[in-house]
Nanobody
Framework: QVQLVESGGGLVQPGGSLRLSCKASGLTFSRAAMGWFRQAPGKEREFVASIDISGAVTLYADSVKGRFTISRANAKNTVYLQMNSLKPEDTAVYYC????????????????WGQGTQVTVSS
C-alpha cells in the first residue's frame, strides 16, 4: 500500500521559514514525479510545486516562485518543500502527492496523496 507521510508543518510568523518533508513507501519512488498542493480554508486545492523523477526539472506556482523550493532525495524516498519568506496567504493544509508520470503538475496525474499537514502563518 502506498503511503505518504508528511511532517514539518506548524505555526510560523510572517517572513519565517518551514521545511516540509514527505516520506514515501509502497511505491518505486525514483519513478514517481512528486508534487505539493495546498488547500486554504474556503478555497479549492491548488498546485504549489512539482519535481520530476530525477529532481532536474521543477515547476512552481507563481504565488510561491522565488520563495519555495522543492527537492527530493531518492535514496531516502523523501521529497521536501523548503518555504521561505512565508506570508499569511500561505496558510493552508499542504499535501504531498505521487504520480506515475515522469513529471506532471496536473492533479489528475497524482494517484497517491498524503494526509496533509497544516501550515499557519500568523503574527
Amino acid at each position: 500500500q502506498v503511503q505518504l507521510v508528511e511532517s514539518g508543518g506548524g505555526l510560523v510568523q510572517p517572513g519565517g521559514s518551514l521545511r516540509l518533508s514527505c516520506k514515501a513507501s509502497g511505491l518505486t519512488f525514483s519513478r514517481a514525479a512528486m508534487g505539493w498542493f495546498r488547500q486554504a480554508p474556503g478555497k479549492e486545492r491548488e498546485f504549489v510545486a512539482s519535481i520530476d523523477i530525477s529532481g532536474a526539472v521543477t515547476l512552481y506556482a507563481d504565488s510561491v516562485k522565488g520563495r519555495f523550493t522543492i527537492s527530493r532525495a531518492n535514496a531516502k524516498n523523501t521529497v521536501y518543500l523548503q518555504m521561505n519568506s512565508l506570508k499569511p496567504e500561505d496558510t493552508a493544509v499542504y499535501y504531498c502527492a505521487a504520480s506515475g508520470r515522469a513529471w506532471s503538475i496536473q492533479e489528475s496525474h497524482f494517484g497517491s496523496w498524503g494526509q496533509g499537514t497544516q501550515v499557519t502563518v500568523s503574527s
